[in-house]
């Protein structure tokens, strides 16, 4: 996968949009094409501003939960080693690297973002591991050893993922940043964990820190 296909993607709705090969802070080991904001060298322009919010590339970024999911996914290799695991979500693809590289048996990117998958394929081949791709939750394998997701929570509406993702497979390993209590006893909080979107976006304080829960399925 070419970066230059991320590089269309974001042009989309930004025309000096690129991509840059970075390493965030929160998972240094795992080099990332992700938004390269040395291209914004003066403030956007209303139509720039406005296409960024109607249709944000969230692909391009690495959000602090994602490299809070992914480093603990390579500091406990055994949550994924000879797994079928599937992140939820998958944005910039950085967790499923990360399980491919912890020596998951298959690692599946889910988005409904054709861009963002685009993004997942490009950065496992950036780390040269095997990603495979799943565009809907529908079509998902029938049989997953573990579910990942990093910051799915943030609408209220999704909060039936918590019980969607337990009976779907064995293990779930979630990271939040945006809800201080998931009120759902199934999931034991594991740790917390201060990290920050790469580039940096800087948000509220209250949203670098991620806590990481893991719950049993019902398989």
Not at 33 to 43: A, H, N, Q
Not at 141 to 146: E, F, K, R, Y
Not at 193 to 203: F, G, K, Q, S, V
């Amino acid at each position: 996968m070419n970066p230059e296909t991320l590089n269309l993607h974001l042009r989309k709705t930004l025309s000096r949009g690129r991509v840059a090969q970075s390493a965030p802070a929160g998972c240094p080991e795992i080099p990332l094409y992700l938004f390269d904001p040395s291209v914004l060298e003066g403030p956007l322009s209303h139509d720039e501003a406005q296409a960024v919010v109607a249709e944000p590339a969230y692909w391009s970024f690495c959000w602090a939960s994602g490299q809070v999911l992914a480093q603990w996914i390579l500091d406990h290799p055994t949550l994924v080693a000879g797994k079928t695991v599937l992140d939820f979500g998958s944005g910039s693809g950085v967790v499923a690297v990360a399980a491919a590289r912890a020596g998951a048996a298959r690692a599946i990117a889910c988005d409904i973002d054709p861009a963002a998958l685009d993004a997942a394929a490009a950065n496992a081949e950036l780390n040269g591991v095997q990603v495979e791709l799943c565009a809907d939750w529908a079509q998902r394998p029938g049989h997953l050893d573990l579910i990942t997701a990093a910051d799915v929570l943030y609408d209220p509406e999704n909060r039936p993922l918590l019980e969607a993702f337990r009976a779907s497979a064995e293990q779930v390993l979630l990271a939040d940043s945006r809800i201080r209590n998931l009120a759902n006893p199934a999931y034991d909080k594991q740790a917390v964990i201060e990290a920050r979107t790469w580039p940096d976006l800087n948000e509220f304080e209250e949203f670098n820190k991620v806590r990481i829960y893991l719950a049993r399925g019902r398989l």
